[in-house]
């Protein structure tokens, strides 16, 4: 029988949200629901009847177990006790700083200590997160420059294979008015078959590629806080193609994407959101077992008019405890180098700060969906963006750009049908220009050495007002504020790299009619 009166204080205690712990003359006798999680423990049976450096002495790091026998020694001589702080690594709750109260009660039959763990933010530790912030800050921008460099290649490669595989299509459908022995013939078109499939599967992985980077660039664009209306099912497309590797191992993943309208917000920042909810969805289930687990992504509206997006997954959930904090700042449920408890909290910010709620529902065992409500955007009004002007079928086209191999393959998609003029430099075009050389449509990189898409435009505007709305403009991802905010003073359309030849063409001749 216990020395020590539990009664009122067991009920008052057990609702805490701080772990304490009860000593009795060196032996534990009680532990409060709190501390039996931290510990991962069902009950206290095991805990009980053992001291408390016994207890934590796996938990402890560095060499902190001499430092809390210290203080618990210092705790038995003194009438006020004594505080000190600790790591410790609980195995639910993941590595924490502890402050450790130890408060001393002196009973007729002997001493009793009251220990009270209470999670403390050092300077330590928000100056680490603070600098993990800062470095994805960096990783954000590097990211973007690394999209933009990867999208030039990337549009003569997609241009090319699609050229190709347009050509030897029509090879083969050529090929049965070929005066050719009948083995030869079926030799010739089954090799073209298998060029044509290899070429198609290499499409396919740059069209893979693609997706990839525009979820970077949707990740890390800098667009300052300018808000709009945005596309929900392709914010929410970009962030899973950027989880996939973190999904594919864990669970299936199945989306249910009903009607919606566009939503008020910014694209950047929504990434970002639905990145952090799939990841964290994604660590909720462990390794080995995906087609066993389900992360769901769905869409709807709610009667109240708002646009819902929901991420729910079948992993451990969440304690009960714990779901009230999940939104604050530092708190984390995840072991040191693996989060840093701001995700979640920032997440809550930017959806707020959209006007917006997000929301979670969860079961230990069972599962988690966090949901995300937010408006719908205002009709925006359409800008034009190529005059009316009347045009012959084949066009005079201009295509500026510094890579000289994205030029060849604008050449080489569009030659067939239209006058092209090719031009490694917007200065030289500019001159071409003033020098009156006519143009239908002009093509125009945005991001260029010397002369950048925005300087030629914005000359061109003065020189030539009309012809300045002819001009569209190719980005492999805006990645800087002046050309975000330079994209959005003008009327002019912007065609991101890569474009399909199909899709090039068929843009041309609209643009022409």
């Known amino acids: 029988m216990p020395k020590f009166e539990h009664g009122a204080f067991r009920r008052f205690v057990d609702g805490l949200r701080d772990c304490v712990a009860i000593d009795e003359e060196g032996v534990l006798t009680y532990l409060n629901p709190k501390f039996l999680e931290h510990l991962g423990l069902e009950s206290e049976t095991s805990a009980l009847g053992r001291s408390m450096s ?42 924490r700083v502890y402050e450790v109260s130890i408060h001393t009660q002196q009973p007729q039959s002997g001493t009793v200590l009251v220990f009270t763990l209470k999670e403390v933010l050092t300077a330590h530790g ?24 990867v999208n030039n290649p990337l549009a003569y490669v997609v241009s090319n294979l699609g050229y190709s595989i347009e050509q030897i299509n029509r090879m083969r459908s050529q090929l049965g008015g070929v005066p050719l ?9 089954d090799n073209l078959t298998r060029i044509c499939e290899a070429l198609e599967e290499a499409g396919e992985g740059t069209d893979r590629v693609a997706r990839i980077v525009q979820g970077l660039k949707s990740f890390s664009r800098s667009e300052g806080e300018s808000r709009g209306p945005v596309n929900l099912q392709e914010v ?20 249910a994407f009903g009607e919606t309208p566009l939503v008020f917000g910014n694209e950047a920042r929504l990434v970002q959101v639905f990145v952090n909810l799939l990841v964290n969805a994604a660590q909720a289930i462990p390794e080995g077992n995906p087609q066993s687990h389900c992360i769901r992504v769905s869409t709807h509206v709610a009667e109240s008019g708002r646009v819902v997006a929901e991420v729910s997954d079948t992993g451990v959930g969440i304690p009960s405890e714990m779901v009230d904090r999940i939104f604050d700042p530092f708190f984390t449920t995840k072991p040191i180098g693996v989060g840093t408890g701001l995700g979640l909290s920032i997440c809550h910010g930017l959806i707020h700060g959209l006007g917006g709620n997000i929301s979670v529902v969860s079961e230990e065992r069972r599962g988690t969906t966090f949901r995300v409500e937010l408006l719908p955007a205002e009709p925006e009004v359409r800008r034009t963006t190529i005059s009316d002007r009347p045009s012959a079928s084949r066009g005079e086209l201009l295509i500026i750009d510094d ?44 991001m260029m050495p010397g002369m950048t898409g925005m300087d030629f435009h914005a000359l061109l505007r003065q020189a030539d007002p009309e012809l300045a709305e002819r001009v569209v403009f190719l980005t492999g991802g805006a990645f800087t504020s002046s050309a975000r905010e330079y994209l959005n003073s003008v009327p002019n359309r912007a065609l991101e790299k890569p474009l399909h030849p199909r899709a090039l063409r068929s843009f041309v001749s609209k643009a022409l009619a």
């Open 54 to 95: 016994e207890l934590l002495e796996c938990e402890l790091l560095g060499n902190e177990l001499a430092q809390l026998r210290s203080a618990i020694d210092s705790a038995r001589t003194r009438a006020d006790g004594a505080v000190t702080e600790l790591r410790l690594a609980f195995s639910r709750a993941g590595e």
């Open 126 to 149: 928000v100056r680490a997160a603070l600098e993990h912030t800062d470095r994805l800050a960096s990783l954000g921008t590097l990211a973007a420059g690394v999209a933009h460099e």
């Open 181 to 189: 022995p009948a083995q030869v013939r079926e030799e010739f078109a």
């Open 236 to 255: 929410l497309n970009s962030a899973v193609n950027m989880a996939e590797n973190e999904i594919r191992y864990r669970a299936q993943l199945e989306r």
């Open 403 to 446: 890579e000289p191999l994205v030029l060849r393959a604008f050449r080489r998609t569009l030659a067939s049908q239209h006058n092209i003029l090719t031009v490694n430099d917007a200065a030289k075009a500019l001159h071409m220009i003033e020098q009156g050389q006519a143009f239908d449509l002009i093509f125009c990189d945005l």
